[in-house]
């Protein structure tokens, strides 16, 4: 597990880096620590995913599992936004897909940048 998580209160995101290999259990662990964010709960602070130099080793199949876990906190996310920077091929098309389902069936917005000046445009 390669991750961390800083709270910018300043601007109201959770930061979230992530680099090298990334498995599906990396991802859970991290999100279940989101949850216990009163920011992210509570606040509705957005979330800020860094993956530059990290690429995920997640199946395209697995996509519908991801789906069932943020229709769960769906109270939680809908509304909110997340920017994902990735820089692997791989991981961009994959995000690229995440990006389309979680915000038709979730309604989470969840947008893929490759630049973290535009993330953080488009979040602030």
Same mark, same amino acid.
């Given at each position: 597990m390669?991750?961390?998580i800083h709270?910018d209160h !300043?601007?109201k995101?959770?930061?979230?880096?992530?680099?090298?290999?990334?498995?599906?259990?990396?991802?859970?662990k991290?999100w #279940?620590?989101?949850?216990t964010?009163?920011?992210?709960t509570v606040?509705?602070y957005?979330?800020?995913? !860094?993956?530059?130099?990290?690429?995920f080793q997640?199946p395209?199949e697995?996509?519908?599992?991801i789906?069932i876990?943020? +229709?769960?906190i769906e #109270?939680?996310?809908?509304g909110k936004k +997340?920017?994902?920077?990735? !820089?692997?091929p791989?991981?961009?098309?994959a995000?690229m897909?995440f990006e389309?389902e979680? #915000?038709?069936?979730?309604?989470?917005?969840?947008?893929?940048f490759?630049?973290?000046n535009?993330?953080l445009?488009?979040l602030c």
């Amino acid at each position: 597990m390669n991750y961390s998580i800083h709270i910018d209160h !300043d601007h109201k995101l959770i930061k979230y880096k992530h680099s090298g290999l990334i498995l599906a259990e990396d991802i859970e662990k991290a999100w #279940n620590e989101f949850l216990t964010f009163k920011e992210f709960t509570v606040l509705k602070y957005n979330l800020f995913s !860094d993956y530059r130099n990290g690429r995920f080793q997640i199946p395209v199949e697995f996509l519908p599992e991801i789906i069932i876990f943020m +229709q769960k906190i769906e #109270n939680i996310v809908k509304g909110k936004k +997340q920017a994902l920077i990735v !820089d692997e091929p791989y991981s961009v098309a994959a995000s690229m897909l995440f990006e389309n389902e979680v #915000n038709i069936k979730v309604g989470f917005k969840v947008h893929v940048f490759t630049t973290e000046n535009a993330a953080l445009e488009w979040l602030c």
